[in-house]
């Protein structure tokens, strides 16, 4: 039986008898011989960066789920929504209502938005794959979510995302 590590020498992650390479950083698995555990520092930083990730996705799909209901509730009621509105004050201020209808289901479009961009980015994280594209559609989920004051949250997400770009399946290219 062939001596092989247990665990990757370059970032540490866990491997398989099967693997050939890592499954998180893509190094090759050589034959020498290794420990049959990783460093306690390597543990530790791991399950650090699993909970991260476990955090990032379930605010991305709380975000992704409650904004997207929000913007198709927003799109599709913006003449009711405004109706709750004493609107004289911007008919005296020249602005027609029709304008305020479709400045609101603008509003409610960039939330839809916001709210898909997050839960492409709760898929990816929780698939732990193409992090380059999850952290993409999170900052312009979180830029879009400006409007409804939520963006720096997404923002301060993004950081954590990027940091934990190890947890990350390689792609191949």
Same mark, same amino acid.
């Given at each position: 039986?062939?001596?092989?590590?247990?665990?990757?020498?370059?970032?540490?992650?866990?491997?398989?008898?099967?693997?050939?390479?890592?499954?998180?950083?893509? =190094?090759?698995?050589?034959?020498?011989?290794?420990?049959? $555990?990783?460093?306690?520092?390597?543990?530790?930083?791991?399950?650090?960066?699993?909970?991260?990730?476990? %955090?990032?996705?379930?605010?991305? @799909?709380?975000?992704?789920?409650?904004?997207?209901?929000?913007?198709?509730?927003?799109?599709?009621?913006? =003449?009711?929504?405004?109706?709750?509105?004493?609107?004289?004050?911007?008919?005296?201020?020249?602005?027609?209502?029709?304008?305020?209808?479709?400045?609101?289901?603008?509003?409610? $479009?960039?939330?839809?938005?916001?709210?898909?961009?997050?839960?492409?980015?709760? %898929? @990816?994280?929780?698939?732990?794959?193409?992090?380059?594209?999850?952290?993409?559609?999170?900052?312009?989920?979180?830029?879009?979510?400006?409007? $409804?004051?939520?963006?720096?949250?997404?923002l301060i997400v993004a950081y954590f995302l990027n940091k934990s770009k190890n947890e990350f399946t390689p792609t191949k290219v």
């Amino acid at each position: 039986m062939e001596n092989r590590p247990n665990f990757c020498a370059q970032c540490g992650a866990q491997l398989d008898d099967a693997d050939s390479f890592c499954v998180r950083c893509g =190094k090759e698995i050589g034959s020498a011989p290794s420990a049959t $555990a990783a460093p306690a520092y390597v543990q530790q930083v791991s399950s650090k960066r699993s909970t991260t990730l476990w %955090v990032i996705f379930f605010l991305g @799909l709380l975000w992704g789920v409650n904004a997207t209901y929000s913007g198709i509730d927003i799109i599709l009621n913006a =003449k009711d929504i405004l109706d709750l509105v004493d609107i004289s004050v911007f008919e005296d201020a020249g602005i027609d209502p029709q304008m305020l209808v479709d400045m609101m289901t603008a509003i409610g $479009a960039i939330i839809l938005i916001s709210g898909i961009l997050a839960l492409i980015t709760a %898929v @990816l994280v929780f698939m732990r794959k193409f992090h380059t594209i999850a952290l993409i559609c999170c900052i312009i989920s979180s830029i879009l979510a400006l409007i $409804a004051l939520v963006g720096i949250i997404g923002l301060i997400v993004a950081y954590f995302l990027n940091k934990s770009k190890n947890e990350f399946t390689p792609t191949k290219v």
